[in-house]
Nanobody, 120 residues
C-alpha cells in the first residue's frame, strides 16, 4: 500500500534550519507530484510547497517563499523540504503529500506528519 514516511522534524531556534525528508513507497514515485502541507495548533491545514514529477517545476506559499526549498530524488523515492531562516510561526506538524496529477487542495495521499517547533 502507499506509504509516505516523514522524518527530520524537531526543535530549533528562530533563524535556524531544518531539513525534512519523505520516503515514499507503494506507488510509482517518479510519476507523482509531491508536496508539503502543514498544520499549526488551532489552525487549518495549509499548503507549503509542491514539486512536479520531474522536479522542474516548484511552487511555494508566500509565507515560505525564499526560505524553504522543495526537491526530490526519483532514484531514492524521496522528497525533501529544506527550511532556512525559520520563524516561530513556522511551528506546525508538516505533512508529506502525493498525487498522480498535481498537488491541489486535497492531495490523494498523506503521510502521518512530523512536528517542527521553532522557539523564539
Amino acid at each position: 500500500q502507499v506509504q509516505l514516511v516523514e522524518s527530520g522534524g524537531g526543535l530549533v531556534q528562530a533563524g535556524g534550519s531544518l531539513s525534512l525528508s519523505c520516503a515514499a513507497s507503494g506507488f510509482t514515485f517518479r510519476n507523482y507530484a509531491m508536496g508539503w502541507f502543514r498544520q499549526a495548533p488551532g489552525k487549518e491545514r495549509e499548503f507549503v510547497a509542491r514539486i512536479n514529477w520531474s522536479g522542474a517545476t516548484t511552487n511555494y506559499a508566500d509565507s515560505v517563499k525564499g526560505r524553504f526549498t522543495i526537491s526530490r530524488d526519483n532514484a531514492k523515492n524521496t522528497v525533501y523540504l529544506q527550511m532556512n531562516s525559520l520563524k516561530p510561526e513556522d511551528t506546525a506538524v508538516y505533512y508529506c503529500v502525493a498525487d498522480p496529477l498535481r498537488i491541489g487542495v486535497r492531495p490523494r495521499y498523506w503521510g502521518q506528519g512530523t512536528q517542527v517547533t521553532v522557539s523564539s
